[in-house]
């Protein structure tokens, strides 16, 4: 170091740096710094001379280190470097001064800026004696490259870089390539048809066997460097296989329609779909946003929205089809289920839900009165072991379809002599007729299930019993009944009776006796069925509830109902004492009530009101208030635990009790719940059994169980293109038909009717179709080579590439920002996408340009710049809006008999053939207006009648405001980064200009490469720019790849950590801090090494080590210190 | 005459080393206060090298490093952060005032930021005054 001498060398620059720095005057200061053994000013360093002036002290004076005071290092370090390299001395012997950049260009103080070169000399000076040689070593680097986007540019790149045979990795998120272009009609200023140019590309990326193309794909995280980077990508599914051959019969059975993003929104497509005709690859693709809730609310995981779209499409057979493969139980669901997909259903937000119950019933009697049979599912191969299930009820009886579809040997054991549990003995038939319960019974029973009646468990069998018969494993679906009994006086008089051994004693025709006068106790759905029930066998009924209205736990329209069949409530009234004589029942003694504060369970709690007692005279008083599981004979029989209103305990995941060959779900689990959550229990038991039976483990359920945090309304929204709630039609519930009052209060008939057709269809016709895909599985039906796979799931693949191209493109202006122009708000108002689909013969409008309302229009106007060249948007100019513009008038000229006004600020026709272009528009006869355009209005008074909009605007050739009545106006919205550029851009570690564009290493010298070495850019990703240059800078960027490709290996930065082991004291606070995991600790010598193929040098783990003993080559601290040294010494 | 601070910047080469080329590039005028050190990433600016330059008579230190995120080094910017806060309070200690010491986010697109990071950075230390008194204590606190 002390023997190092010094070359200093102070380019003017030309002017650049000697109009403001005094170089002469530098040069002779740097001449009086230590160890300094020349120092020259020179009009150009970085010239062949300047150069060699450098190379020729080297060899004559013997300089062993070198300092150049120029530009920044960015831009010719390499260059002196080199220069150095060539004259014998290793170029990391020389430092650069940045007295450009960071000096003369920034200062107007000759003195000041003097001064401050000075001390940028002699702090590089001072630090480069202190350098040492490095040497620049080479990694290999992986052929394989990957580009993002595959739009024009990811397309042409992928065609370049194909050439070299390696591996090209084309990641796409669309669910095809082709980009922006594939959706334009004709391209500026030639006017060639996009597709026609475009499709041709598309196809042979497809067909080049080295290009991996991977759609509806997306990178998530990157990781290693230049040459051998491994790039994370999720694949979504797709959810269809690769046997599609795109025939197209699935979009026809498709009951969803959805506006097509590619026609942007202008036009529809079904929800399994191929973006347009020319789609690479050539295949369908089912787009599935958020499940729909009213699925997620199901415990069954019935496809609502499925059969909802199906019966919207007068599908009512497919309908039917769909309930029944799932649902076992479905004309009951269609009655009585409390229907929780409609508690969830988004079209609540906008009015009232969807009445997905009633759709329900309606396919299914569709199906009956019409004599479609409904298959079952099919049944799996046989299984021998044999199952038992006791109780019939919703749980039992859906296990036991659910295990005989899978093969098992189902017996069901009910104790009463009416199968269906509390589906036939605790609902009234005016609820649930009994064919129907029948009917579907004998379905199940077709599979093969046994129904054995009036054996009770804990008598005729018990586990023992059970297991010593042959039976492998036993589902407890005891349900629930019992009174709690209350402390009332006179509960023992003969004439009281619980609710649901009323109405068991009613379904099942045991108790015949003339009822008299009744009161009925309660306000659930025991109560009002138990108080219809009555009504319906000839008696004057009263319902007595101690609360309001309000806090009755029954459905609203079940209590309307009681009440306009006859039912007297009497709300806040409780009862006291039942009073008799001779054992018999004669009144019920009641207190008036008053609602106090809330309760444990958030209910207000009723008080009685003192004084306020009366008596009902009465015959029989039915106490409905509340049901426990009869658990007795289990308790007795299996030693199971029982706590509060879990009778039995289970595993509320398995279902599985603590005899791992006993399962229990529904009620008797649970606690009272309701029909559908038993039913869910039922198939979550049944999938557990099946698991335990073939010894897997009771784990990755597919079955379904509702968890209320799935549900939380702001996690579900209607698909992406569903109006906002605000903005959607009002459309009114169906009502539900339904008999008279007087006459269905005379027998025991339904009450609703059911749906109409025409009302079925106008009801489904309701539903937003939230997830876009419903599920019915049409798609599937009909798919013949069955490609069709709802089950796909997302991929998720680490791919090692040497290099990376993002061509990721742009998106447009959102033209609503820019209020004024009407978008959004005034039905012909277009921006320039949506317009090329309007006039692309493969649109939406089959290249016809009309009016919302299905008019030519009369004349059109065309504003530029809109978001683009404005202080309250973008500052910069969107670069192809004036030649679209001109293409659109050109278009529309040639296709229609409508004036085009083009209102411009400047007419840019800079490229090849573009001032041609303007010319002949011209000529032909475009209207050109230089302004911008101030506002879009609705046209009024006499201007109205000569268009319906009227744009205003500033003429300023002429000096005149001018108004100009058109039926339609195109808006050329800026382009602009992509939404997500700022994820890509951390991903990458690449930059953005402050436009947000990804920033080009230099704006002018290096536009394909990012700071980021084997990160590069191409196309609009980078900044505005037509096809040709796209396609021109794709072409370098891959050039630039093929490049790297050819040589082969990675120069390898010798700026790297090293750990000098004598110093280390094994302390380990660097092997965390590496962002690289680059440090890793020996053993066996009790120090931490750094790993050089992973360090990346940036000087973290330096700059902690206590000891001092990790050394950052090129940024030692002596070398620091020592710039710190001369920095400060002027 | 008015005092004319020296202040030293320790500017990270991805973002801030770039972006103050880019206000050279762009001709965006700045205080000529500031001599800058060019480092890989501000994670490499060791304390003492904070110190030193205290002690060697800079009035004011920079360190400006890429935005929080946006690292290129994934988290040298961090370390950078945590590193900054202690030594403000070592500096107080030795009764410097901590706003002699300013770290800053500048992206390699943000030469007008780094104008203005100079400038009002070259105010705030020329309103301080000369940094005198402070520099034996923290010469101590250095070795």
């Not at chain 1, 099919?378 to 006791?390: F, G, N, Q, S």
């Not at chain 1, 025409?758 to 798919?783: D, K, N, P, S, W």
């Not at chain 1, 007419?907 to 573009?914: E, N, V, W």
Request: hydrophobic share 40%; proline share 6%.
């Amino acid at each position: 170091m002390s023997d190092a001498k010094i070359g200093v060398y102070v380019c003017h620059c030309g002017t650049n740096i000697a109009a403001t720095v005094d170089v002469a005057a530098v040069a002779r200061f740097a001449a009086t710094r230590p160890r300094v053994a020349v120092a020259r000013d020179y009009k150009f360093m970085c010239s062949q001379p300047g150069q060699e002036r450098i190379q020729k002290d080297i060899a004559r004076l013997g300089l062993t280190r070198v300092v150049v005071a120029a530009c920044s290092p960015q831009m010719h370090e390499l260059t002196f470097r080199t220069a150095c390299q060539e004259a014998g001395l290793n170029g990391y012997l020389c430092q650069i001064a940045n007295i450009r950049e960071h000096c003369s260009w920034i200062h107007a103080d000759r003195e000041a800026a003097t001064a401050k070169a000075k001390a940028l000399v002699a702090a590089a000076a001072s630090r480069v004696a202190h350098h040492v040689p490095l040497e620049v070593t080479y990694a290999p680097l992986n052929p394989a490259t990957m580009i993002v986007g595959a739009g024009i540019a990811g397309i042409q790149a992928a065609l370049e870089l194909a050439e070299t045979g390696r591996d090209v990795y084309l990641v796409e998120r669309d669910s095809t390539i082709g980009g922006k272009m594939a959706k334009l009609d004709k391209t500026f200023p030639t006017l060639d048809c996009s597709a026609c140019i475009l499709t041709p590309k598309m196809v042979s990326v497809s067909h080049r066997k080295n290009v991996h193309l991977l759609t509806l794909a997306e990178v998530e995280r990157v990781s290693g460097t230049f040459g051998a980077f491994t790039v994370r990508v999720r694949r979504r599914a797709r959810y269809v296989t690769d046997a599609c051959t795109a025939c197209g019969a699935c979009a026809k059975v498709c009951p969803v329609t959805v506006p097509s993003p590619f026609d942007e929104l202008l036009g529809e497509r079904t929800a399994i779909h191929k973006a347009f005709a020319q789609a690479v690859p050539n295949a369908y693709v089912i787009e599935k946003q958020e499940r729909p809730p009213c699925m997620e609310a199901c415990p069954l995981h019935q496809e609502a929205a499925g059969y909802v779209a199906l019966i919207g499409k007068r599908k009512f057979k497919e309908a039917a089809r769909l309930i029944r493969q799932r649902n076992p139980l479905a004309s009951v669901c269609g009655r009585v289920c409390y229907h929780p997909c409609e508690d969830e259903c988004n079209r609540g937000l906008v009015e009232q839900p969807v009445a997905i119950q009633h759709l329900k019933r309606f396919a299914l009697d569709w199906a009956r009165a019409h004599g479609v049979t409904l298959a079952p599912p099919p049944v799996a191969a046989r299984r021998e072991e044999r199952v038992a299930i006791i109780g019939s009820g919703p749980a039992g009886l859906v296990a036991a379809n659910d295990l005989a579809l899978k093969g098992y040997q189902v017996t069901v054991f009910e104790q009463w002599a009416q199968l269906g549990g509390l589906l036939a003995t605790g609902i009234p038939a005016f609820r649930l007729p009994r064919e129907l319960l029948e009917e579907e019974i004998a379905w199940i029973r077709a599979l093969g299930v046994r129904l054995e009646t009036g054996v009770r468990f804990g008598e005729q069998i018990t586990l023992e019993t059970l297991r010593r018969d042959g039976f492998r494993a036993v589902f407890l679906a005891t349900g629930r009944r019992d009174l709690v009994r209350h402390d009332l006086p006179g509960l023992e008089l003969a004439g009281v009776i619980s609710g649901s051994e009323f109405l068991r004693n009613v379904n099942l025709g045991t108790d015949p006796h003339p009822l008299g006068r009744v009161v009925v106790v309660g306000g659930g759905t025991t109560a009002v069925d138990a108080a219809r029930a009555a009504l319906r066998l000839g008696s004057p009924v009263t319902l007595l509830y101690r609360r309001t209205r309000a806090e009755m736990p029954a459905m609203r329209g079940e209590v309307d109902d009681a009440v306009a069949e006859g039912v007297a409530v009497r709300y806040l009234t409780s009862p006291v004492e039942v009073l008799g004589a001779a054992g018999r029942v004669t009144g019920l003694r009641c207190v008036a009530m008053r609602l106090a504060g809330p309760d444990a369970s958030g209910r207000r709690r009723p008080m009685p009101v003192p004084g306020s007692e009366q008596t009902i005279p009465c015959d029989l008083v039915v106490m409905a208030v509340s049901q426990r599981a009869d658990v007795a004979s289990l308790v007795e029989d299996g030693g199971f635990a029982r706590t509060g209103w879990r009778p039995v305990a289970a595993d509320p995941e398995t279902t599985q009790t603590a005899q791992p060959d006993v399962f229990a779900g529904g009620d008797v689990v649970a606690g009272p719940s309701t029909v559908v959550a038993a039913m869910g229990y039922g198939r979550r038991a049944a999938e557990a059994m099946d698991k335990y039976l073939s010894g897997r483990p009771l784990t990755d359920f597919t079955t379904h169980l509702v968890r209320p945090r799935n549900l939380a309304r702001e996690n579900f929204r209607p698909h992406s293109y569903a109006p906002r709630y605000a903005d959607t039609p009002r459309a009114p519930r169906e009502p539900m038909p339904r008999r008279e009052a007087r006459e269905r209060a005379a027998d025991f008939g339904e009450v609703g009717t059911g749906y109409t057709e025409e009302q079925a269809v106008r009801e489904a016709q309701r539903c937003l179709h939230c997830g876009v895909c419903v599920e019915c599985r049409e798609c599937e039906r009909v798919c013949e080579p069955e490609a069709v796979a709802h089950a796909m799931t997302d991929v998720v693949e680490d791919i090692p590439v040497g290099q990376v191209l993002l061509a990721t493109g742009y998106q447009l202006f959102d033209a609503r920002r820019a209020g004024q122009y009407g978008y959004g708000r005034l039905p012909d108002v277009y921006q320039g996408l949506e317009f090329e689909r309007m006039i692309s013969s493969a649109g939406p409008t089959a290249g016809r340009v009309l009016t919302r309302s299905g008019r030519p229009p009369r004349a059109i106007a065309i504003l530029h710049c809109v978001g683009s060249r404005d202080e309250n948007y973008h500052r910069y100019c969107s670069r192809v809006c004036c030649m679209y513009a001109l293409k659109f008038a050109h278009l529309v000229k040639d296709r229609t008999d409508a004036e085009v006004y083009q209102f411009y600020i400047d007419m840019r026709a800079y490229g090849k053939g573009f001032e041609e272009f303007y010319g002949r528009v011209l000529e032909e006869g475009a209207n050109v207006i230089r302004g911008k355009a101030a506002e879009v209005v609705a046209a009024r008074g006499p201007l109205a009648e000569y268009g319906a909009l009227v744009v205003r605007c500033e003429d300023t050739l002429i000096g005149a405001f001018r108004e100009v009545p058109v039926d339609m106006v195109v808006l050329c919205a800026a382009m602009e980064p992509q939404a997500d550029a700022e994820r890509l851009k951390r991903i990458f570690t690449i930059s953005q200009s402050p436009d947000g564009f990804f920033l080009e290493r230099h704006p002018k010298l290096d536009p394909t490469a990012t700071f980021t070495d084997g990160i590069y850019i191409a196309g609009c990703c980078q900044g505005p720019k037509d096809i040709p240059d796209t396609v021109a800078q794709a072409s370098g960027a891959a050039a630039r790849m093929m490049g790297m490709i050819a040589r082969g290996q990675v120069a390898m930065d010798p700026v790297r950590a090293s750990i000098v082991a004598e110093r280390c004291s094994g302390c380990r606070i660097c092997n965390n801090l590496c962002p690289y995991a680059a440090i890793a600790f020996d053993e066996a010598r009790r120090v931490s090494v750094v790993e050089q193929a992973l360090c990346k040098g940036c000087g973290t783990c330096v700059a902690a080590c206590p000891a001092g003993a990790i050394e950052g080559a090129g940024f030692t601290d002596e070398q620091i210190f020592a710039e710190l040294e001369g920095l400060l010494a002027v | 005459m008015t005092f004319e601070p020296r202040i030293v910047g320790f500017l990270c080469n991805w973002c801030s080393y770039s972006g103050a080329d880019l206000a050279g590039v762009s001709r965006i005028p700045s205080a000529p206060n500031l001599r800058a050190i060019r480092v890989m990433c501000t994670g490499r600016v060791d304390p003492t090298f904070v110190l030193r330059a205290f002690e060697l008579g800079a009035d004011g230190v920079l360190i400006s490093g890429c935005h929080p995120g946006d690292c290129h080094y994934a988290e040298g910017n961090y370390k950078a952060m945590r590193r900054v806060a202690l030594l403000q309070a070592v500096l107080k200690g030795a009764g410097v005032d901590p706003a002699r010491l300013r770290i800053e986010w500048v992206s390699a697109s943000e030469g007008e930021k780094f104008a203005r990071v100079v400038n009002e950075f070259t105010a705030r230390v020329r309103a301080l005054g000369p940094l005198k008194a402070a520099a034996e204590p923290v010469a101590a606190a250095a070795d």
